[in-house]
């Protein structure tokens, strides 16, 4: 009998190992592209959720900054005004409907630009972020008076100017001390006269630059203007220059040599805008910059729609045009800065009021006039510093009344109640008042150049 074979029983065992192992191995490749495939499926999974909390991060902003925006204004309900004044346009419901929503709809726009350029403003310190400020709040003023140049509505164009710088030192102005003096009745109530004199002294520059035109078209010709007319532009043009001069030697002496002085208003400004740390969260640089451009191209279909529908709105309404462009135009256009200057007034810090109100007249005085005049001189348009009597007189009287209101170093609602009384006068005046006879003008005109000479040599010395 043969002995048994080890080597049969030898290579089934291997068989059997052999397959074990491979078994094994297999199973363990299984496992491996199991887990190889949960962990891409988890890292999609992962992706996807990354990309869709983007969206809804994304999302929650946009709505936040459409929160912050437009509905961070108690003017908020006046946006509805915007899509009527465009409806308005392209349905054609009549001129009076389309000049009405869009003055409308212009103020909480004006607001909401002031709004977005002190975000802005953070990044350039307290007193160059307040120029920017007010810059910022003449941008509807400014973008009515080049759709005015344009349309060659010379008349609307000075009235409208003169307008804000009548409304920011009568009625802004007067409107923040009366309701500030009437809050802070039992506080003292100091005034810091060293801003006040700077703007005083540039906004009698630029009455001065106003009144000689008006006296040298009565000078060489006939009382008609006509013979003058050549002489009376060359003038306007080169104080224009004289103008934009002074306003930049102004900025310099607020941002450079005598910063000093403005020190204590920016330590208060810097403390009264603390507390908007969280908008400013919400409300980045970049975002606002991009908020401030649309609103700025908003701005310019509505004033565009002001300017044109503005002499048919007068005649529908029944309402003079001259009231129009001197005093409704303005107030909606300074809603801004009358807002925030009775803010600050009602808080005790008339500096800033001060800062807000004779800035922007300032500004458009000295920077808007004239930029508006050199580009109708680059595009050939006859525009002259000339306002007509009636208007330079009341530019004359505004600018005394301020300078001698802030003569001294204390403030109280009285002043503010003249100064706004002094504005009902004017708008009064300019609501009810009709054209002279023509020769009843040029005796007027010169016993009122012998007053306002007069006033000028007298007035206060800052």
Request: with cysteine; charged share 15%.
């Amino acid at each position: 009998m043969a002995p048994p074979q080890s080597g049969d029983g030898g290579g089934a065992a291997g068989d059997l190992l052999e397959t074990g192992l491979l078994a094994a191995s297999a199973v363990k490749e299984d496992e491996d592209a199991g887990k190889t495939t949960t962990s891409g499926r988890l890292a999609d999974e992962q992706g996807t959720a990354t990309t869709s909390s983007r969206v809804r991060r994304g999302a929650r902003d946009v709505a936040a900054q459409l929160q912050e925006v437009f509905l961070g204004t108690r003017l908020f309900p006046l946006f509805a005004a915007v899509p009527l004044a465009v409806a308005a346009q392209h349905l054609r419901l009549g001129r009076a409907w389309v000049f009405v929503f869009s003055l409308i709809g212009l103020a909480p726009l004006a607001e909401r630009v002031s709004f977005l350029s002190e975000h802005i403003a953070d990044t350039a310190g307290p007193t160059a972020g307040g120029i920017l400020n007010a810059t910022c709040g003449n941008v509807p003023e400014l973008i009515i008076a080049l759709f005015a140049l344009h349309k060659e509505k010379m008349e609307i164009l000075k009235w409208s100017l003169l307008g804000s710088i009548l409304s920011n030192l009568l009625l802004v102005l007067g409107s923040s001390l009366l309701c500030g003096g009437l809050a802070n009745t039992g506080k003292e109530r100091p005034l810091d006269r060293r801003q006040a004199d700077v703007s005083i002294g540039l906004l009698m520059l630029g009455v001065l630059c106003h009144i000689l035109p008006l006296l040298s078209k009565y000078t060489n010709g006939t009382g008609d203007g006509i013979s003058s007319s050549g002489s009376v532009l060359e003038l306007s043009r080169l104080s224009a220059i004289v103008m934009l001069t002074a306003y930049f030697g102004g900025l310099i002496f607020q941002l450079k040599t005598h910063r000093q002085i403005f020190e204590q208003e920016d330590s208060s400004e810097s403390g009264s805008t603390s507390g908007n740390d969280d908008s400013s969260s919400v409300i980045g640089f970049a975002s606002a910059v991009i908020w401030l451009i649309g609103m700025t191209v908003v701005i310019a279909v509505l004033s565009n729609y002001v300017v044109t529908t503005i002499e048919e709105a007068s005649e529908s309404l029944g309402i003079p045009l001259r009231f129009i462009s001197i005093i409704l135009l303005p107030i909606v256009g300074n809603a801004a800065e009358h807002a925030g200057a009775i803010i600050f007034a009602f808080k005790n810090k008339i500096d800033i009021t001060l800062g807000i109100a004779l800035g922007s007249a300032t500004q458009i005085s000295l920077l808007v006039v004239p930029i508006i005049l050199i580009v109708s001189w680059v595009n050939g348009i006859p525009m002259d510093l000339d306002l007509n009597l009636l208007e330079t007189g009341s530019l004359v009287m505004t600018v005394f009344t301020t300078a001698f209101t802030l003569q001294d170093d204390k403030w109280h609602y009285l002043k503010g109640f003249n100064l706004t009384l002094c504005y009902v006068v004017i708008a009064v005046c300019f609501f009810t008042i009709k054209a002279l006879p023509s020769k009843d003008i040029k005796r007027l005109i010169f016993f009122s150049n012998i007053f306002l000479l007069h006033l000028f040599a007298n007035a206060p010395v800052a």
